[in-house]
């Protein structure tokens, strides 16, 4: 088993930033990729970014260039800068952790999840 705990999410205003942590404990970290999703008011949770055990990432196309994830392998932590905050990011952001190798953007790829945290940005 593998527990995420998110942290960092709050009320930002339209062109500001805001930074994500996720904490994993439990299994060695390193086993993983990581992902971070999200699942705005009303619709489906969507993917947003991933990083490998080799540290490459992925981005879905709606927030390259604006987000960037890394991970801390010492200390088990995942994050999630994100830059030029637009409305319409606005969302419960989810950390989650896959086994499977390759580029994964599917909920079904990804092993554990972690409870959301929060991010709204006003316009």
């Known amino acids: 088993q593998v527990q995420l705990v998110e942290s960092g999410g709050g009320l930002v205003q339209a062109g500001g930033s805001l930074s994500l942590s996720c904490e994993a404990s439990g299994r060695t970290f390193t086993n993983y990729a990581m992902g971070w999703f999200r699942q705005a008011l009303g619709k489906e949770r969507e993917f947003v970014a991933r990083i490998s055990r080799g540290d490459s990432t992925f981005y879905a196309n709606s927030v390259k260039g604006r987000f960037t994830i890394s991970r801390d392998n010492a200390k088990n932590l995942v994050y999630l800068q994100m830059n030029s905050l637009k409305f319409e990011d606005t969302a419960v952001y989810y950390c989650?952790?896959?086994?499977?190798?390759?580029?994964?953007?599917?909920?079904?790829?990804?092993?554990?999840w972690g409870q959301g945290t929060q991010v709204t940005v006003s316009s």
């Open positions: 989650a952790a896959s086994s499977k190798f390759g580029i994964r953007t599917d909920l079904d790829d990804y092993d554990y």
